[in-house]
Structure formats: structure tokens, C-alpha cells
């Protein structure tokens, strides 16, 4: 009789293990694929073809209308030559080739960032490895003009 409540008790800890396990599998999956993940949305590679710059959601955008992050990668070749991380405030969409515009030049390449709840963000990557980065901020003038647009007439 001892012998068969022993059993009965291995067989219920390993039930309990491998749902324990199963369950903490599936976390493990979600988290990675919700915060860790990196997935190419678009290429932009140089005139010249000798540059090749990428653009990357990094997990999916927080939920239910939260921000995406993302991540800008210039290349030449396999070399790895700058990097920058970046957060886009979209109304909870998804990091994609509509999000951002590329224009290429001597020395680095120029990007601009654009989501519904922000104010454009301009990105440079210098070929040497560098960046910098700023917030474009519409002038006085058309920010009246989008205000005044925006209001209805009753007349």
C-alpha cells in the first residue's frame, strides 16, 4: 500500500512539473516575441550601393496603444558601422517602411521618424560611426494654420 501512494505521489509531481513546465514555456515565448524580437520592416541602401541602412522593430508595440521601439542599423558590407535605438509613438501600429523617410549624403545618412503621436524625429548616422538626433518641431505659424483647419464653423 505504501508503495502505491509513493507512486501515486511521483506520478502528480511530474503531472505538476510538466504543466508547471509547459506553462512557463509559453511565457518565455511571449515575453521574447513581445520585448525581444527583431524584425527587419525595411532596407534603404545608398546610391553608390556601398551603404545599406535598416530599419527594425524590436517586440511588438506596447498594449492596447502604447509605443513600438525600434532600432536603425548602417551597415557597409557585414561591418556593422553605427546604431541607434529609437521609440515611436504611433497609436499602438507597428514599426513600418511608412514610418520613416531616408535621404543619403556625402558623409551620413538622414532619417526621419514620423508617428501620429509625436513630433517628427530626425536621426543622422554618420558613416565613421556616430549619431545624433533632434525633435522636429513645427513652426508658430503652421501649427495656427493646423489649429484653425481643425475648427468647425457654425456660421
Not at 512557463?24 to 516575441?33: G, P, S
Not at 550601393?49 to 527594425?56: A, H, N, Q
Not at 517602411?97 to 538622414?110: G, Q
Not at 521618424?113 to 548616422?125: M, V
Request: some cysteine.
Amino acid at each position: 500500500m505504501r508503495q502505491t501512494g509513493e507512486a501515486v505521489l511521483k506520478m502528480i509531481l511530474g503531472i505538476v512539473g510538466a504543466i508547471f513546465a509547459v506553462i512557463l514555456m509559453f511565457w518565455l515565448c511571449l515575453y521574447y516575441n513581445m520585448n525581444v524580437r527583431k524584425t527587419v520592416r525595411d532596407t534603404s541602401f545608398s546610391p553608390d550601393g556601398k551603404y545599406e541602412l535598416t530599419l527594425m522593430a524590436v517586440g511588438e508595440p506596447e498594449f492596447p496603444f502604447g509605443s513600438a521601439r525600434g532600432r536603425l542599423l548602417l551597415k557597409e558590407g557585414e561591418c556593422k558601422l553605427s546604431e541607434s535605438n529609437f521609440e515611436l509613438r504611433n497609436d499602438g501600429a507597428s514599426i513600418n517602411s511608412s514610418c520613416w523617410d531616408v535621404a543619403w549624403h556625402e558623409d551620413y545618412v538622414e532619417v526621419i521618424l514620423s508617428g501620429k503621436e509625436q513630433f517628427d524625429q530626425q536621426i543622422l548616422l554618420y558613416f565613421d560611426g556616430r549619431n545624433n538626433r533632434k525633435q522636429l518641431i513645427a513652426d508658430d505659424k503652421q501649427l495656427k494654420s493646423d489649429k484653425q483647419s481643425a475648427q468647425f464653423s457654425w456660421e
